[in-house]
């Protein structure tokens, strides 16, 4: 159990496209999602908090005009990379946690998704 | 805020073996979950062991157990009978009552054949 998928798991796109990335609990239902960056042989750093129905939570230093997120549902958040630039290029993981039982306080991480910009 | 130090950037261990990754957090909340999460070179986190602050006992999955020293704020992991698919980066991580989960730098674990 605690499934999360990730779409797509790898994307080139061009400088100042624009491109979103899903994020789904397959198997429970996610109050929370939460983004991650990860670079190269680093830890992850916590991009944004979303909580379903309401407006994601940023952390310091996180343009939120470029890094929209949307959370409709609780199997379904969404990033997107607006007007992306290639220092955007990153390994981007969501995670979920869940409504009840033993998911209410452990995260769940998807595959993870492979952005670069050319 | 919460720190979570690992002091051991990269491990190797013969398999089946054994071997202890070291995790120290600092915090001030009574109230808290600690976690190992593994990502092998596929990049998908996995959930190694959680433990809940409040339950004095260790907790253990088969080959995975830890050694939760509360007042030390003390979290190691210990493998046992280490085999080559446990390759891979080790997160400690600790979530308090906020659901921001804080991650250790992580230990690059290498089984040996």
């Known amino acids: 159990g605690a499934v999360v998928s990730q779409h797509p798991s790898r994307v080139i796109c061009k400088s100042g496209t624009s491109v979103k990335i899903e994020c789904r609990s397959l198997d429970f239902q996610a109050t929370t999602m939460f983004w991650y960056r990860q670079f190269p042989k680093q830890s992850l750093m916590l991009m944004a908090t979303?909580?379903?129905?309401?407006?994601?939570?940023?952390e310091q230093g996180v343009e939120k005009d470029k890094f929209l997120i949307n959370h409709a549902s609780l199997t379904l958040s969404t990033l997107t990379v607006t007007s992306a630039h290639p220092e955007d290029s990153s390994f981007y993981i969501c995670?979920?946690?869940?409504?009840?039982?033993?998911?209410?306080?452990?995260?769940?991480f998807g595959p993870g998704t492979r952005l670069t910009v050319l | 805020a919460q720190t979570v130090t690992q002091s051991q950037p990269e491990m190797s261990v013969q398999e089946a073996e054994t071997v202890t990754l070291s995790c120290t957090y600092d915090t001030s909340e009574s109230n808290y979950y600690l976690f190992w999460y593994k990502q092998p070179p596929s990049r998908q986190m996995i959930l190694v062991i959680r433990?809940?602050?409040?339950?004095?006992q260790n907790a253990t999955e088969n080959r995975f157990s830890v050694n939760f020293q509360k007042a030390a704020k003390s979290f190691s992991l210990k493998i046992s009978d280490s085999q080559l698919g446990d390759t891979a980066m080790y997160f400690c991580a600790f979530s308090g009552g906020y659901q921001k989960v804080t991650f250790g730098i992580g230990t690059k674990l290498q089984v040996i054949p």
């Open positions: 433990q809940e602050a409040y339950k004095q």
């Open positions: 979303s909580n379903e129905g309401s407006k994601a939570t940023y």
């Open positions: 995670s979920a946690q869940g409504l009840a039982g033993r998911n209410t306080d452990t995260q769940y």
